[in-house]
């Protein structure tokens, strides 16, 4: 009874606190603020490099802005071998096409129904940068200097108190910023998702990560959706769990929807989103591919396994998961390779198979899921619920008591909600009898 009464709190403030997810890597800082939309990142591991390739998708479109970006501090970050260069935005939507997941609808006895459904982050990427911005190294002495400082507000902004905590973290922990000025208007454009590709001298066996606290500053309190790509000699892994999706509740609500992302909330809040799945893993034939940049960045690295990540994380776990490192750590996983394909029931099999019933109940999660929602920006309850980082090698979200909720587009219906509320305080007065 009491994981019942459990739910029901859960449930409602799901709803009450519910916030749009954003997506991101790195911040943004423009003159009335933005939210990133979208962010997709591409790591390759070379043998003495790492390059970090990068796109944003924001909100309302800004005529200029400055793009941070963190990585390992370096004293003469030019000397010492790190650079920025621009990368097609062409060759991240290949790796997307080969990696995203793809879901066929099936109903048992009957074979597929025809529906196939892919997931496209953010609808899909506009175009990137055709040539270099200017771009500015700032190494975590010169931050403390005040230089990052006074180069952001002679280009006339303003470092606001969550942008400055989050520069103060990246300094604390020996990393240091490379900021990229976009001037839109310049480049003769409506708007441009901006990418670009960093590069520095790393091992590829070195301990490296991502400092995803960047993307802090322009969440707003809501869920940082990222994709992130790794092409390595083997299948990589991040965060203290990464496992597959556990499918058995996913389904087509339609022929067009279905239930995917509301299910990957689901079993991302049981722990706290402190977690990501893997969508497809698997060895790339660079010759087949149609992207130069793709072919000749695969060939020049040695790195042609190709794992995809994906995380919805809230502020509170970020910052958990990056409290002692700074970063989220990159890892190799020794589990081999990840079909991107999976067949998934149709919400007609059960009308179809129970005609008489008078009602086709979905089995989706019934909108009682939870993706952790930013409901508060403390670190009270993440903390205290966390895993500890320990490794889940079940790929299921299973076993914590059949509560699971999400917030994700304020699924829970109106109707269902009254009832749940009204159901806690019948409950507490039968208990106190």
Known sequence: MKAIKFCIISAVFAVVFSTQSAWALGTLITADGTTITASRTLVVRHADTLQLVTQVKYGAPAETFIWLVAIPNFNRPEDEGVSANIFPSNALNELDELSRPRLQAVCEGDGPTGAVWEWIQGDGFGPGLDMRPAISFYTAAEITAGELTEFVTGQGYQINAETQTMIDDIVNKNMMLVA??????????????????????????????????????????????????VLNTDRAKMISRTVPLNFDSVEFLNDTTTNY?????????????????????????????????????????????????????SPA?????????????LRTDPTGDYNRDHEVSHSICESTSNPDSGSDISNSDGGLTDSDSGVDDTDANILSLAD????????????????????????????LLIILMALYPINTRRTRR
């Open 317 to 329: 776990a970020i910052r958990a998961e990056t409290q002692a490192q700074g970063i989220i750590a």
């Open 388 to 415: 500890g980082g320990a490794e889940d090698d079940t790929g299921s979200s299973g076993g914590s008591g059949g509560c699971t909720m999400s917030a994700t587009g304020s699924s829970i219906p109106t109707g």
């Open 180 to 229: 990229a000025r976009i001037n839109v208007a310049e480049l003769g454009v409506p708007r441009v998702d901006p990418i670009i590709s960093i590069s520095y001298p790393a091992a590829r066996d070195d301990r490296q990560g991502l400092a995803l606290q960047t993307l802090i500053p322009n969440l707003n309190g809501g869920l940082a959706d990222v994709v992130v790509y």
């Open 261 to 313: 992302i509301d299910q990957m909330d689901a079993q991302l809040g049981v722990h706290q989103t402190r977690m990501s799945v893997v969508e497809y893993a698997g060895n790339l034939d660079p010759t087949v591919l149609n992207d130069m940049a793709l072919k000749t960045t695969i060939s020049d690295s040695g790195s042609s396994f190709l794992t995809r990540l994906h995380t919805r994380i």
